[in-house]
Nanobody, 119 residues
Framework: QAQLVESGGGLVQFGGSLTLSCTGSGLIFSSYVMSWYRQAPGKERELVAGITQYSGARDYADSVKGRFTISRDNIKKTVYLRMNNLKPEDTAVYFC????????????WGQGTQVTVSS
């Protein structure tokens, strides 16, 4: 069965950087749009960034444009989220997902990785 496993979360200071990774198994990774979502306490899950199957297009939430970069390696079946200039409002659980179209409801979800930004 399909599985997505995130890693790379942790505690970082304001202005710091982190890179999240998500590795897929049990699915044809290169056939899926890959996205990162996040959910902060008491808030709804929101789309952070998405990337099409062969990296032809990327999409970002306005709140992270210019700070976050999504990329993928289909050979390694891994999608990355490089996060720079982190702010306390970026604190959330970050989820990896696999879906059919940018912005559509994903087919598969990872378990999430916590990112905490201290002020």
């Amino acid at each position: 069965q399909a599985q997505l496993v995130e890693s790379g979360g942790g505690l970082v200071q304001f202005g710091g950087s982190l890179t999240l990774s998500c590795t897929g198994s049990g699915l044809i990774f290169s056939s899926y749009v890959m996205s990162w979502y996040r959910q902060a306490p008491g808030k709804e899950r929101e789309l952070v960034a998405g990337i099409t199957q062969y990296s032809g297009a990327r999409d970002y939430a306005d709140s992270v444009k210019g700070r976050f970069t999504i990329s993928r390696d289909n050979i390694k079946k891994t999608v990355y989220l490089r996060m720079n200039n982190l702010k306390p409002e970026d604190t959330a659980v970050y989820f990896c997902s696999a879906g059919g179209q940018l912005g559509d409801s994903p087919h598969y979800w990872g378990q999430g990785t916590q990112v905490t930004v201290s002020s």
